[in-house]
């Protein structure tokens, strides 16, 4: 099975790094085409994926077609490759934010296959949270085909196209949240005298501990914050101190606001 990726950036390449990783995909079932064409080479030769030299070739030869461009390029790229999609009927996969299949069907003037995805950066590493959900013509057959690609870079989670905007925000968007906690923790360390390289090192092992504690206990996590607790202790001083900052209510803003920008996305 041969998978096509126009747009090879950061998301895309982490699906396509993954997918090597895992085993799920040979690198030279794998193509790509990018707009710049030196990195398109140093990613074809560092990985050993396909570089192709247009559209037309990729699509010919792709029976799974990943649309990893942004959302604003959408228009100018249907316009040149949907007499390719027509002719040669790939499995067509967006992971478009605020791209719906409706819009992407409009502009392509049909009605392929298509499946939307909405992966995190964590794929490179194998540990995506992914949603994915297809329009009518998607067979049963190729979402699976999908769904076993997705897990194969970590969790894969079918997901209604009316609450991908919220699976985005809490799923796509939080691992920057995660990264700008982890950083603050070490800053907080390093201003106390700590080693930065030392705090960061501990400070996503305490990330992923807990992320493990929690899905392994059933637990509610406010549960497990209070097991933290001790009275009058560090960690409850900690936390009253983050709700006197805002913590939750600076996460939940940030959640509300990305569901709108994604409505916006979809709009341009």
Not at 173 to 187: E, K, Q, T
Not at 220 to 244: F, K, M, N, W, Y
């Amino acid at each position: 099975m041969k998978l096509g990726f126009i747009g090879a950036g950061n998301m895309a390449s982490a699906i396509f790094k993954g997918l090597i990783v895992s085993g799920a995909a040979r690198p030279e079932d794998i193509l790509i085409i990018r707009n710049d064409k030196k990195l398109q080479e140093q990613q074809a030769e560092e990985l050993g994926v396909i570089s192709c030299d247009s559209y037309d070739a990729l699509i010919e030869q792709s029976d799974i077609l990943f649309l990893g461009v942004k959302p604003a390029a959408f228009p100018t790229l249907i316009e040149k490759i949907k007499g390719s999609v027509e002719k040669c009927k790939p499995l067509v996969v967006s992971m478009a934010a605020g791209m719906s299949i409706a819009s992407i069907q409009e502009m392509l003037g049909f009605k392929p296959s298509i499946i939307r995805i909405m992966p995190n950066i964590n794929a490179s590493v194998l540990k995506s949270a992914t949603a994915y959900c297809g329009n009518s013509n998607a067979s049963s057959e190729q979402l699976k085909t999908v769904e076993k690609l997705l897990s194969a870079i970590g969790s894969a989670y079918p997901v209604p196209e009316d609450k991908f905007a919220v699976f985005t925000a809490i799923a796509g968007c939080s691992p920057a949240y995660v990264y700008m906690f982890i950083d603050a923790l070490a800053r907080g360390a390093q201003k106390l005298g700590m080693n930065k390289q030392q705090a960061l090192d501990i400070a996503s092992q305490a990330v992923v501990g807990s992320a493990e504690m929690f899905r392994q206990s059933g637990a509610h996590p406010a549960e497990l914050t209070d097991r933290v607790c001790s009275p009058g202790g560090t960690t409850i001083e900690g936390v009253c101190t983050l709700d006197e900052y805002k913590f939750t209510a600076g996460i939940v803003k940030a959640v509300e606001n990305s569901v709108i920008k994604d409505a916006m996305l979809g709009k341009k």
